[in-house]
């Protein structure tokens, strides 16, 4: 049983930057693949960033060139720096991870920009 516990979420204005921390225990074995999803209000929980153990990326469109993600396997933990923060930006966004064949989720944190 994998546990991710996030933080790091808050509220900021349109322009500024927050960087969301997501870390995992559990797992005896290296996790895979690990990411970050956001749901908006009233919309479906959607990708926003992933990465491998081997240190692949994956972004959303809407967030390239301003979202880094970022990984230390040492502690199993995932980083997404945020910069140039819209307001569409704004929602709960969730750890996820992949280990073995089950896919672990976060608890979420709230993340607000005003404009």
């Known amino acids: 049983q994998v546990q991710l516990v996030e933080s790091g979420g808050g509220l900021v204005q349109a322009g500024g930057s927050l960087r969301l921390s997501c870390a995992a225990s559990?797992?005896?074995?290296?996790?895979?693949?690990m990411g970050w999803y956001r749901q908006a209000p009233g919309k479906q929980r959607e990708l926003v960033a992933a990465?491998?153990?081997?240190?692949?990326?994956n972004y959303a469109d809407s967030v390239k060139d301003r979202f880094t993600i970022s990984r230390d396997n040492a502690k199993n933990t995932v980083y997404l720096q945020m910069n140039s923060l819209k307001p569409e930006d704004t929602a709960v966004y969730y750890c996820?991870?992949?280990?073995?064949?089950?896919?672990?989720w976060g608890q979420g944190t709230q993340v607000t920009v005003s404009s």
């Open positions: 996820n991870a992949v280990y073995k064949v089950f896919s672990y």
């Open positions: 559990g797992s005896r074995f290296s996790i895979n693949g």
């Open positions: 990465t491998t153990n081997g240190g692949s990326t």
